[in-house]
């Protein structure tokens, strides 16, 4: 079964408004937690490696502001894209690991912006 | 820095057929090397995990080589079948890291 869980699979949101994406591990717990996000027909790309009781790092040309992680828990980290635009649909994905030979993808979550 | 590129980008064939999908990567110390499906509109699965001391991994009609020297990674899927069709890509960690880099993917059609 599933180790690392992403919640929700599927979200529909209006331009303009917030959405958060939540990323669980389910059988570990994780100190660290990374965030991808897919363009449409690219490849996934790292946005930002989420921190257990600390500030997110991002990758270079992702805005903090605007995609907000927490990562106040062991087992949780979200992702929260706030005033979003129809440019911010993606997929996102996230991944957890529990040493360099055990890392788990989460199934993703798809995100529409209107 | 770590690069993954995998091709063909795309494949088209007929039911039956073996397949060979190609990913290489440019720096060769890697922990593992991971090769997924998706399908379109959907999420991620994982389908072999190759530790750096291995050279192989199987799974039913799957088999995926690791060659850490010469910077390659094959997948072969025996006897492909309409379901097969996605699109696969191969990551590898950035060295010393959790963080992927992700190869470009292959699209995969299984013609029936």
């Known amino acids: 079964g599933a180790v690392v869980s992403q919640h929700p699979s599927w979200v529909i949101c209006k331009s303009g408004t917030s959405v958060k994406i939540e990323c669980r591990s389910l059988?570990?717990?994780?100190?660290?937690m990374f965030w991808y996000r897919q363009f449409p027909k690219q490849s996934l790309m790292l946005m930002a490696t989420?921190?257990?009781?600390?500030?997110?790092?991002?990758e270079q040309g992702v805005e903090k502001d605007k995609f907000l992680i927490n990562h106040a828990s062991l087992t949780l980290s979200t992702l929260t894209v706030t005033s979003a635009h129809p440019e911010d649909s993606s997929f996102y994905i996230c991944?957890?690991?529990?040493?360099?030979?055990?890392?788990?993808f989460g199934e993703g979550s798809w995100l529409t912006v209107v | 820095k770590q690069e993954v590129t995998q091709i063909p980008a795309a494949l088209s064939v007929p039911e039956g057929e073996n397949l060979v999908l190609n990913c290489s990567f440019t720096?060769?110390?890697?922990?593992?090397l991971q090769w997924f499906r998706q399908d379109p509109g959907k999420g991620l699965t994982s389908l072999l995990l190759?530790?750096?001391?291995?050279r192989e991994q199987t799974s039913g009609r799957l088999n995926a080589s690791l060659d850490k020297s010469s910077g390659r990674s094959t997948l072969y899927i025996a006897a492909s079948q309409p379901g097969d069709s996605a699109t696969y890509l191969c990551?590898?960690?950035?060295?010393?890291?959790?963080?992927?880099?992700f190869g470009t993917g292959t699209r995969l059609k299984v013609l029936a």
């Open positions: 991944s957890a690991g529990q040493d360099l030979n055990t890392i788990y």
């Open positions: 720096d060769s110390a890697i922990y593992n």
């Open positions: 190759i530790q750096s001391s291995q």
């Open positions: 990551a590898v960690p950035a060295s010393g890291t959790y963080k992927y880099i």
């Open positions: 989420s921190n257990e009781g600390s500030k997110a790092t991002y």
């Open positions: 059988d570990f717990q994780a100190t660290t």
